[in-house]
């Protein structure tokens, strides 16, 4: 197998990643926004604590926290138990934000609960789409112009556009 054909497959495979990461980003900022027309109720808090975890990565360990929450609600007198804060809600290292989040759940006499009419156990504290839901996609988005511009490159490279490599070349 030719280098070319080899270059062509690697960079394919990393284009299919950058277009996995946009797909599960889509996937992640359709779902928030199904939870903008999600109905509300009342819940109640049950237990909320800080989880801290420690990552390692080859000689640095950081800790990550995350807000850990189980509330109970009713939904046409059945009962369910959630523990979803908002869609885009995830672990990190800043342990300040997470303290005041836990500080403002266990301050509150109750909690709105906005719950999937068709799947009532589906619920978040939190819906609708924030900067966080983009994350993902953007991330996506990013690897994809670099991967696609690297496979571009390497196309020309091969002889796409002769007129073109040769004044790259000679500037």
Known sequence: MSKEIIAMLVMGGFNLIGLLIVGYGLRDLY??????????????L??????EKTRTNNKSHRSVFEVKTTYTYDVCGRPF????????????????????LLNTLKSLPSLNV?????????????????GGTFALLTIGIMWLA??????????????GDPDLIQSISMG
């Open 46 to 51: 049950i237990e909320a604590c800080i989880d």
């Open 146 to 159: 670099v991967t696609l511009g690297i496979t571009g490159m390497i196309f020309l490279i091969q002889g």
């Open 81 to 100: 138990e959630g523990t979803s804060i908002a869609p885009s809600y995830i672990p990190t290292s800043e342990q300040n934000d997470h303290e005041k």
């Open 114 to 130: 906005y719950y999937d009419p068709l799947r009532p156990e589906k619920c978040t504290l939190v819906p609708g789409v924030d």
């Open 31 to 44: 779902r928030a926004w199904q939870t903008c027309s999600w109905e509300k109720t009342a819940g109640r």
